[in-house]
Nanobody, 115 residues
Framework: QVQLVESGGGLVQPGGSLRLSCAASGIIFSTYAGNWYRQAPGKQRELVATITRGGTINYADSAKGRFTISRDGAKNTVYLQMNSLKPEDTAQYYC?????????WGQGTQVTVSS
């Protein structure tokens, strides 16, 4: 069965950094687009970053210059490095793997940016 497991969330002060990991099982992650979404209370789920099978990367405007998405094929894992974190980044972060015929989600990991 397909499973995506996020890790690396937690509480961090403004200006700090976190590295989120999304480890996949049951799929070869490199054959899927990898996405990071986030959802804060009372807000719509927002696409933060994407890395396609071909390596094309896109970020939300709010993430550009601060966040970096990457993947490690050997570890079957997609990462989101988050630097210069702001309180507005506080949300539940979800990993997603998407292909033409399938769409999988992780359970989410909480990121809280607060002093």
């Amino acid at each position: 069965q397909v499973q995506l497991v996020e890790s690396g969330g937690g509480l961090v002060q403004p200006g700090g950094s976190l590295r989120l990991s999304c480890a996949a099982s049951g799929i070869i992650f490199s054959t899927y687009a990898g996405n990071w979404y986030r959802q804060a209370p009372g807000k719509q789920r927002e696409l933060v970053a994407t890395i396609t099978r071909g390596g094309t990367i896109n970020y939300a405007d709010s993430a550009k210059g601060r966040f970096t998405i990457s993947r490690d094929g050997a570890k079957n894992t997609v990462y989101l490095q988050m630097n210069s974190l702001k309180p507005e980044d506080t949300a539940q972060y979800y990993c997603n793997a998407r292909s033409v015929v399938a769409n999988y989600w992780g359970q989410g990991t909480q990121v809280t940016v607060s002093s």
